[in-house]
């Protein structure tokens, strides 16, 4: 018999339009092993306003939210491929908006979550009252996906209307857990009381410990899910100890939650997984050459104007090296991100060090990414600095396509890592990574086996370390070919499949026996 899988997330990459980050890639392709076991997956989003122009209204679903009768409709719309055994849906409803980031989040400075938590808990309540009404079918599996999406949790402990939630199995997968969705209980419009006066509810199992009179929407996710979920097993680990910042970043004040689940059998590190299929392969030896090309084509928009100055003057830099190739080049594809470049911000010293390495080989460092204003500008000005920093600021599928390919070395100095992708992408190309030992990346990079990893007690013993071994790094390169060759050769041989992450799935979360798929 076919098992009957609901996702519910924010993001799903499987249709256009709809994702921000790594959370996107994992909705789309879980489903996909899950249809290649022969059984059956729908994924659903909010429409954000924008999503549903595309698809075919299939229902119209009635609930009571904000203590009004509310109705939403529910689309049906097309996957970038069609797959037997998967639909997409999203749901439409005038106030589920379009947010500012990735046309997804809203960023609300003054009050977090404010607009989000709005969106969000409707989007929940929906997704409840189709369920009810039986749209997607008899559902066996509900599979959440970060805070977004735990306000269902809630309606299935506390809102009697949506008692069929209890013969559902739930599995809640944590992306991101820094962000954690807290909102006040009361006295807010977006607060619990605003979204379901009508509702009694049990404080004790939804609030925040270091703010008692919010609710913590992380935190219900970790509570009251049948099984949770992290993206590795080392982060796993990570996440049950007390965060230490910088030098240590763990459980971000819910490692309280997550020993409890650990204790109850119901938490989970399953790395995920990376796609060894239809690479993109991509003409060798025109990385400038195309960064150049790219580069024009920015300097005709017109919202890159304020950075026009800038762009010029990497194409600039770009034709030197078109010129005079580099010999060694070292790369990393990121947002820019406190998590991502930390270590960075902390010590300026310590790119400069990077660099004049580089320098007295003749390498270059190619840094690809967008983000946090005050990450592009500290690379931005160190690139005016540093002759051998090419820092393309923008996006490029073809640019990071090139980099996994041309590259020596790809950089990865996390800060914290819940599981990464660009590691596996860079080691599928047989390009060895030099990674910050943590999450994630402990599981996928073993020291000069794969490739380099960096690590420390102290934020400053990490910083000495990451100089030290990427300095060993490029003199293994040009000193010792053969050792080289090998580590290149281990790290293209490493697979990290969803078919073997989505095993482990159905008999740790699921609790299905995958013998019988």
């Not at 939403?72 to 055994?85: C, L, T, W």
């Not at 097993?233 to 007390?242: A, F, G, T």
């Not at 240590?248 to 997550?258: M, T, W, Y």
């Not at 293209?492 to 008999?507: A, G, I, L, N």
């Amino acid at each position: 018999m076919k098992t009957n899988f609901l996702f519910v997330a924010a993001e799903n990459d499987a249709i256009p339009r709809c994702k921000a980050g790594g959370m996107g890639d994992v909705v789309r392709d879980v489903p996909r092993q899950i249809a290649a076991k022969g059984d059956t997956a729908s994924v659903i989003t909010p429409a954000y306003s924008r999503l549903h122009t595309a698809g075919t209204k299939i229902a119209d679903v009635n609930f009571v939210f904000r203590g009004t009768p509310q109705t939403a409709e529910v689309y049906e719309v097309p996957g970038k491929k069609e797959i037997e055994g998967i639909k997409h849906f999203v749901i439409h409803h005038p106030d589920i908006k379009a947010g500012d980031i990735a046309h997804i989040y809203f960023n609300d400075p003054d009050q977090p979550f404010y607009t989000d938590a709005n969106v969000f808990s409707l989007f929940c309540t929906a997704v409840a009252a189709a369920v009810r009404q039986n749209v997607f079918q008899k559902i066996d599996i509900i599979h959440l996906h970060d805070w977004h999406t735990s306000m269902l949790l809630f309606l299935r402990e506390f809102n009697p209307r949506f008692e069929i939630l209890k013969d559902i199995r739930f599995v809640y997968s944590i992306h991101n857990l820094a962000i954690q969705g807290i909102r006040p209980f009361e006295n807010n419009y977006s607060s619990v009381q605003a979204f379901f006066p009508d509702i009694e509810y049990d404080r004790e199992k939804l609030y925040d410990r270091r703010y008692p009179d919010c609710i913590n929407l992380m935190a219900v996710g970790i509570r009251l899910a049948d099984a949770v979920h992290t993206v590795s097993p080392s982060y796993m680990e990570d996440i049950q100890k007390p965060s230490d910042p910088p030098h240590f970043i763990g459980g971000e004040g819910l490692e309280d939650d997550l020993k409890t689940a650990s204790k109850e059998e119901r938490l989970f590190g399953i790395l995920n997984g990376a796609n060894y299929a239809n690479i993109n392969k991509v003409e060798k030896g025109i990385l400038f050459r195309q960064c150049i090309r790219r580069l024009f084509r920015w300097l005709q928009e017109e919202k890159k104007d304020y950075k026009a100055h800038y762009l010029a003057h990497t194409g600039e830099k770009l034709t030197r090296f078109q010129e005079h190739k580099p010999d060694f080049i070292c790369s990393s594809v990121a947002r820019l991100t406190e998590q991502k470049f930390y270590f960075f911000k902390h010590n300026p010293e310590l790119l400069q060090k990077l660099m004049g390495k580089l320098a007295s080989v003749n390498g270059v460092y190619v840094l690809l990414g967008t983000g946090a204003p005050e990450y592009e500008i500290i690379f931005r000005e160190a690139s005016y600095h540093h002759k051998n920093l090419i820092f393309i600021n923008a996006q490029s599928e073809s640019i990071i396509d090139m980099l996994y390919q041309e590259s020596q070395l790809y950089l990865m100095p996390s800060l914290f890592e819940p599981c990464g992708i660009s590691q596996m992408l860079a080691m599928r190309n047989g390009q060895p990574c030099l990674v910050h030992h943590t999450g994630g990346l402990k599981d996928t990079v073993d020291h000069m086996k794969t490739g380099f990893s960096f690590d420390g007690n102290t934020i400053e013993e990490k910083e000495a370390d990451f100089v030290k071994v990427f300095e060993e790094t490029i003199d293994l390169f040009f000193n010792d070919k053969k050792t080289w060759r090998k580590i290149c050769s281990t790290a293209k041989k490493q697979r990290f499949t969803w078919e073997r992450s989505v095993d482990q799935y159905y008999e740790q979360l699921y609790r299905l026996d995958k013998a019988e798929k």
